[in-house]
């Protein structure tokens, strides 16, 4: 295996709450390796954007944050907010769930692409917009040049997308978190973005965090997958070996309820929402103290709640966090 | 653009007509013959007669509005029935006070508002902020004519550094001048600075909550360089349209502050054309101050077009 990039372990975030602090993420771990792309898959709610503002040390107000998050070496939990700057937009970048509401509406695009170059490498305002234009022709926007001056409402979904990810891929990150980069645009649309993804993952050595509720999305374009279910992580391993085999109910009921997968047809396919699973995710508050699907889990017995259930190996590589799995299979 | 600021044109044009008409109508309703009060109890009805006649009295109410209308769009504000001057005269000298207090007090307003809204915004619920708020709630509840009297109280009668009422005029400078208008329009702008920290505060508080702020976090910013390249500009928006409106309410502050400290503006002019039914002064001054209110709104709907690249062209 590659060189690893980043590697989380036990991460934790506790978010205030009325009667006490509330886990939004329960312990996780995984890892990227350089030039990489690991899928985080799961429903709304099961703590995919947070375990991403944790990565980049914006969490909400009051949020705790414990754990352990190596990047490149270091430890990013516990370093000052000024190390945290040199870091965001520079080596680690992301892109945002909503394309409409993530650029600001009253400053031309080519300032706002232009400005971590000049924040982190010292361009000047002129080079810094002629390094725009390169990324976003690069990223697939008409006639760029002209584009500069144009405001976010003058461009549809989509374009705004483009921006997106060229805002993030101006000092070359090392990673890149996309937050559902395809969820709010139509399905053309979608495949050209995550085509789009793909070859900068390639093209640039670049580690992608790709975060999506969409399936097939994660499928075409991952090499890892991890699934998210309640603030943890149930299941993980290479992309094939997961959605082959997957172990843990929650990830088997995701994948049964997909057509077959054929990743070179699925980019542009139409979404596969995860809804075959019967139940909702009930909010922070509700999860008890052990396996967070055990509400929702055909199998749950009783020494299911009492503990969080372990990941455990399944195969090499991949690992799942049910306790029964051996009944399972 | 331009159909954006032709619209507007048209509408404040519009409006001034309709206030315009308000106006006429509501002082033709209005029991009072100017006549008869200039002539004074002693007059035969044949002198009134006459008198009617020579100030234009008897001609049909529609006649003498349009030649109104007509005379002021000439500069031709009319004679003043009891000073025997033209109107505009009467109301140039008074403008001179009034406009630039109600400017001076919009700065201040402006300063203050401003400035320490961001300040509080930016320490949300910190120490800092809850001080703010705490002592602008006091600004908005204190009344204008009170902390009139307290300023003049201090400054003038204990500590002996402003006067404590009347109008040097410009001739002696523009410092002079000034410095007269210095403790009234800081009585006038007391409670507008209080309303527009609070207002600028919790502007700039939910402009912080928003996606793009994120964004520009991730980009490596800081949260101060966030606050003054990002969310600055977008808070002003709302922000804008208070202070239009609150400059409305400081022309209309400063006819009250004026009595309270003997200053000869606007106010004092009101209250003595409508006590002589001097009718032509009264409408002069209401449209006037109709037409600043209403110029005030169009350069707010300048600045929004300036601040705001989504009006420029939706052409709203
Ligand atoms: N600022 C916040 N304050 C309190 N709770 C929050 C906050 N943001 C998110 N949450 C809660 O944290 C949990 C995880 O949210 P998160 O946004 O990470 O979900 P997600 O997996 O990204 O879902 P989606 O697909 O809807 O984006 C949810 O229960 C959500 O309600
Ligand atoms: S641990 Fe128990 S409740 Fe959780 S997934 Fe496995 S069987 Fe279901
Ligand atoms: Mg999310």
Known sequence: MAEVLLSVRNLRVDLPGPGGPLPALRGIDFEIARGGTLGLVGESGSGKSMTALALMGLLPEGAKLSGSIRFEGRELVGLPESALCDLRGNRIAMTFQEPMTALNPVQPIGRQVAESMMLHRGFSRAVAEDEAVRLLDRVGLPDPRRRLASYPYQLSGGQRQRVMIAL?????????????????????????????????????????????????????????????????????????????APAHPYAKGLIAALPALEPERLAGAPRARLQAIPGSVPDLAGFGPGCTFADRCAWVIGACRAAPPPLVPVSPGHSAACIRLGDLS | MSVFLAKRLATMVATLLFSSLVVFLVLEILPGDPAQVLLGVDGTPEQLAV??????????????????????????????????????????????????????????????????????????????????????????????????????????????????????????????????????????????????????????????????????????????????????????????????????????????????????????LVFQSIANRDLQVVKGIVILLAFMVVAVNFAVDLLYALIDPRLKASDV
């Open chain 1, 168 to 244: 993030a891929l101006g000092c070359a990150p090392a990673l890149l978190i996309a937050d559902e980069p395809t969820t709010a645009l139509d399905a053309t649309i979608q495949g050209q973005v995550l085509a789009l993804l793909r070859e900068l993952v390639e093209e640039r050595g670049m580690a992608l965090l790709l975060i999506s509720h969409d399936l097939n999305a994660v499928a075409a374009a991952a090499t890892d997958v991890a699934v998210m279910y309640g603030g943890a992580i149930v299941e993980r391993g290479p992309a094939t070996s997961v959605f082959r």
């Open chain 2, 51 to 268: 008198l009617r006649e020579k100030m234009g009295l008897n001609a049909p109410a529609a006649a003498r509005y349009f030649s109104w209308i007509g005379n002021m769009l000439t500069g031709d504000f009319g004679t003043s029935y009891a000073y025997g001057v033209p109107v505009w005269s009467l109301l140039e000298e008074r403008l001179a006070l009034t406009v630039p207090l109600a400017l001076v007090a919009m700065a201040m307003t402006a300063l203050f508002g401003l400035v320490l809204g961001v300040w509080a915004a930016a320490r949300h619920n910190r120490p800092g902020d809850l001080a703010i708020m705490g002592i602008s709630q006091l600004g908005i509840s204190i009344p204008n004519f009170w902390f009139a009297l307290m300023l003049i109280l201090l400054f003038a009668v204990k500590l002996g550094w402003f006067s404590a009422g009347g109008f040097p005029g410009w001739e002696d400078g523009v410092g002079e001048g000034l410095k007269a208008l210095l403790l009234p329009a800081l009585a006038l702008a007391t409670v507008q600075a209080a309303i527009l920290a609070r207002i600028t505060r919790s502007s700039v508080i939910d402009v912080l909550q928003e996606d793009f702020v994120r964004t520009a976090r991730a980009k490596g910013l800081g949260r101060r360089a966030v606050l003054w390249r990002h969310a600055l500009r977008n808070a002003l928006i709302p922000v804008i349209t208070v202070m239009g409106l609150q400059f409305a309410e400081l022309l209309v502050g400063a006819i009250v502050v004026e009595q309270v400290f003997t200053l000869p503006g606007m106010g004092r």
